[in-house]
């Protein structure tokens, strides 16, 4: 492999395709819930190659992690978000961390504060991160 090879598996190495997570959010999570905050990191630095991660015991490799406040109006609203969200094939080890009930039934409207945390697994990163960790830089491209 050249340096110039190299030099762009590095620079697209693990880099996630934030827009694309974000809609896949909005559109798996339940209507009667919103979110309030959310905060996520990749992971930097970790120049592991994806398929001996693969190989090793945890079936998924952890791209990076999450959190996120959130709001429904039941119990089983904060639920029906750990159920969805969990579903997403760019997410894993989802929890929920805390869900509390403010209001009351009978006057004012019932709110439940979420919050909850996971990963983000290697099927959130960008089409080139894929290519690069799968070592296919030039496929899709004039070069090929």
Not at 60 to 83: E, I, N, R
């Amino acid at each position: 492999m050249s340096s110039r090879e190299s030099l762009v598996k590095d620079a697209w190495h693990g880099e996630v395709a934030w827009q694309v997570l974000l809609q896949d959010i909005a559109l798996t999570m339940p209507s009667q819930t919103w979110l309030t905050q959310f905060q996520a990191k990749a992971k930097s630095g970790d120049k592991a190659d994806p398929k001996a991660a693969a190989a090793a015991a945890s079936p998924v490799t952890v791209a990076g992690d999450f959190t996120v406040s959130g709001q429904g109006f039941d119990h089983p609203d904060s639920a029906d978000w750990l159920a969805r969200i969990s579903q997403m094939k760019q997410v894993a080890n989802l929890s929920l961390s805390q869900s509390s009930a403010t209001g009351c039934e009978g006057g004012s409207q019932r709110q439940v504060p979420f919050s909850s945390a996971g990963s983000l697994t290697s099927e959130s990163w960008s089409d080139r991160a894929q290519r690069a960790a799968n070592g296919d830089l030039y496929e899709g491209t004039n070069a090929q």
